[in-house]
């Protein structure tokens, strides 16, 4: 049936409700002349008209602790014959939702099955039998009221469905009984035994559960009355608020506790994978500091030892190797140019004159010291040590034995002109000074033969006349 259809032109279907009878289909309905909810349902099984019978009976109770029926009707919809019997709607906690998670503890338990007992006893009095008792026709409003619905129309058409036989007394007792049961175990009666009843149960209750789990419940449902006459009404008032509140049902509570292990489980396992990370990355971070802090050391080591004066030596240990083969190189050619020529009749080339050759390597050291002022390349040394300088950029130890290189580096090579010629004059000067020093200190050789200056010899001439007479008188 499509929602926003009209039946007895009262009830508007609104939306369409789970219902556990074959062969009726039940909606939630406007009904349009009271103007409040009501349920309606539609009876599509061939027993429809005995359904509606037994509701038209029904509706004459007035009880409140029976789902009134409000009416019934037979309408030609879309050219098929409807059958329809309209329920009044009751808010509150229906007990099919309530048990599917939570059981009841024993004095609401108690009350709940005793105010269903009353409502089936109500009926029992007009002659009419529930005939499917069952948790989702039980409803327990707000204000602690226990409604009982489907009275005449459930047992009606759950035996033409073959869900259960032809309704009676005896099966209404059975099954408010076993409902006690299930209610105070949360679990299914087939599965339970006396000792998963609760403690603190009145000994009528009691023996009425134990007798329902052996298999002997009372016959009358004024029996059930009886065994739980002590049920308080004033326990189940705000019982629709309170279903939270109530304990989970065994297996709920295995599965909570299943799924609470597994959380915890799960959750160390990711306490633990981060405390492993995190020791990890500590530990990774403390060796990398710690084979930065070694390698910097070796290196600053490396640099305070500066081992630039044995690199040098040794570039010009290769230096010097190098220039001397050239040199037996050329020494070589020449000699070959000289056989070549002489095997020929040619000329043979002269050997170059020493000055030349000194002034060739003079003109040669100029242009050497000249290129090395003009531009100076990175020593091997300051190669080392920028590499070590890039690669631990924070170690004073290595940026200060590399400044000092660049500073040695900068003040000129060793072939620096000025220098040299200064040099040079120098050991020039200081030589002359001791070849005359030499010259003057060694005696003249024997051979040789000094004149004595002409004008310190005296003249004989002049000597007599400037000679004094003498003395006659002597």
Known sequence: MRSGTTLGARFTLLDEVEHDIPGIERHLAEDTRLGRRTVVDIVHSTASAAVRKEAMRASRLRDPRLARIVATGRETIDGSAVTYVATEHVPGAVLSDVLARRRVDPRRAVAIVGGAARALAAGRAAGLTHGFVRPSCITVTSRGRVVVAGLGVDGEAAAQAGLVTAPSEADDARALALLLVRALTGMDPEESTPDDLPDGLAPAARDLAVRALRGAPPATVGAVVDALVAADSRALIGFDGAVDGLPLTPRLEREAAEQAEREAAEEERRREEEH????????????????????????????????????????????????????????????????????????????????????????????????????????????????????????????????????????????????????????????????????????????????????????????????PAADPSS
Request: proline share 6%.
């Open 276 to 467: 492993a990370a995190a020791r990890a990355l500590v530990e990774a971070e403390t060796l990398d500091a710690a084979r930065t802090a070694v390698d910097e050391d070796r290196a600053s080591q490396l640099a305070d030892n500066d081992i630039h004066d044995s690199v040098r030596e040794a570039l010009d240990e290769i230096a010097a190797e190098e220039a001397a083969t050239q040199e037996l190189a050329m020494a070589a050619a020449l000699a070959a140019e000289r056989e070549r020529a002489i095997a020929e009749g040619r000329a043979v080339p002269p050997p170059p004159e020493a000055a030349d050759r000194h002034e060739a390597a003079f003109d040669t050291l100029e242009i050497m010291v000249a290129e090395q002022n003009l531009v100076r390349e990175q020593g091997t040394w300051e190669l080392v040590l920028s590499a070590l300088h890039r690669r631990w950029p924070r170690s004073e130890g290595i940026a200060r034995s590399l400044r000092r290189a660049e500073e040695r580096a900068n003040r000129g090579g060793p072939l620096n002109g000025s220098r040299v010629v200064l040099t040079v004059a120098i050991a020039g000067l200081v030589l002359a000074v001791m070849i005359a020093l030499t010259w003057l200190a060694s005696p003249l050789a024997p051979d040789i033969v000094i004149e004595e200056d002409p004008s310190g010899i005296p003249n004989p001439a002049v000597t007599a006349t400037l000679s």
